[in-house]
């Protein structure tokens, strides 16, 4: 007899996902929605609410015996026009979002953290420039409590748009503030496609999409030793594993 959980001539196995009831989210109309876990049994989401300015909400949902779903008040994060919102982990509790801000016709990259305490959401004490240049294209992903990297495309000048990347801390003194490690280049050319993914608990892989050299896909990996001591990030060759501070 065939194993359950092989596909039968051809058609899925019979392991059906049981759906909870729906949730509506936002008083306004809610996109580009990013979600990450905050703790057991709970997750963060992040959405810009398009009739309310494009600006940054933020909310805790907690699942119920019932498989449904009970969120926390929205907290309001950006009250500008924003997009690319990205969330990454820090343990429970905590989580970075970092996105960009598009006012002033401009695209700032800006991360802040977030903190749930009693069921209450709330920011931490500042919002953090991730670059001095144009920046889009942000992502970020947990590498454990406490510790996250973010990589994105950023422009000095006109059409540079190199990917960079740096390490983002759960400051230990406060537990309200982040630090940011120093930005590292992993590719110099028109950089698109940004993708992590996290390996061990001090090193990530990269990977991207080179526009400049024809569309050229690459990976490298991220090698922070330490638990992602600040400054600590370094890039690293997939060929002979030198690496750049």
Same mark, same amino acid.
């Given at each position: 007899?065939?194993? @359950? =959980?092989?596909?039968?001539?051809? /058609?899925?196995?019979?392991?059906?996902? %049981?759906?909870?009831?729906? +949730?509506?989210? &936002? $008083?306004?109309?809610?996109?580009?929605?990013?979600?990450?876990?905050?703790?057991?049994? @709970? =997750?963060?989401?992040?959405?810009? /609410?398009?009739?309310?300015?494009?600006? %940054?909400?933020?909310?805790? +949902?907690?699942? &119920? $015996?019932?498989?449904?779903?009970?969120?926390?008040?929205?907290?309001?994060?950006?009250?500008?026009?924003?997009?690319?919102?990205?969330?990454?982990?820090?343990?429970?509790?905590?989580?970075?979002?970092?996105y960009?801000d598009? $006012?002033?016709?401009?695209?700032?990259?800006?991360?802040v953290?977030?903190?749930?305490?009693?069921?209450?959401?709330e920011?931490?004490?500042?919002?953090?420039?991730?670059?001095?240049?144009?920046?889009?294209?942000?992502?970020?992903?947990?590498?454990?409590?406490?510790?996250?990297?973010?990589?994105?495309?950023?422009?000095?000048?006109?059409?540079?748009?190199?990917?960079?990347?740096?390490?983002?801390?759960?400051?230990?003194?406060?537990?309200?503030?982040?630090?940011?490690?120093?930005e590292?280049?992993v590719?110099?050319?028109?950089?698109?496609?940004?993708?992590?993914?996290?390996?061990?608990?001090?090193?990530?892989?990269?990977?991207?999409?080179?526009?400049?050299?024809?569309?050229?896909?690459?990976?490298?990996?991220l090698?922070?030793?330490?638990?992602?001591?600040?400054?600590?990030?370094?890039?690293?060759?997939?060929?002979?594993?030198?690496?750049?501070?």
């Amino acid at each position: 007899a065939p194993n @359950a =959980a092989e596909p039968i001539d051809g /058609e899925a196995a019979p392991l059906p996902l %049981v759906v909870g009831p729906e +949730l509506i989210i &936002g $008083s306004n109309v809610a996109s580009s929605l990013e979600l990450s876990t905050f703790e057991s049994g @709970a =997750a963060i989401l992040c959405y810009e /609410e398009s009739l309310n300015g494009k600006t %940054v909400w933020c909310r805790t +949902l907690s699942f &119920g $015996s019932d498989l449904d779903l009970t969120a926390s008040d929205e907290l309001q994060v950006s009250w500008v026009p924003s997009k690319g919102l990205s969330i990454a982990s820090l343990g429970a509790g905590f989580a970075a979002l970092c996105y960009s801000d598009v $006012s002033h016709h401009e695209e700032t990259g800006k991360c802040v953290l977030l903190t749930a305490t009693g069921g209450t959401l709330e920011t931490g004490s500042g919002i953090y420039n991730l670059s001095t240049g144009l920046t889009r294209e942000t992502i970020a992903i947990s590498m454990g409590s406490g510790r996250a990297i973010t990589c994105y495309q950023t422009s000095d000048f006109a059409g540079q748009m190199e990917g960079r990347c740096r390490v983002i801390l759960l400051d230990d003194l406060s537990d309200s503030s982040l630090i940011l490690g120093e930005e590292v280049v992993v590719n110099s050319g028109r950089t698109w496609g940004l993708s992590l993914s996290r390996l061990f608990d001090d090193t990530a892989l990269v990977c991207f999409t080179d526009t400049s050299t024809q569309d050229k896909g690459s990976c490298r990996t991220l090698y922070g030793p330490w638990a992602f001591v600040v400054g600590e990030a370094r890039v690293c060759s997939p060929f002979d594993m030198s690496c750049v501070e």
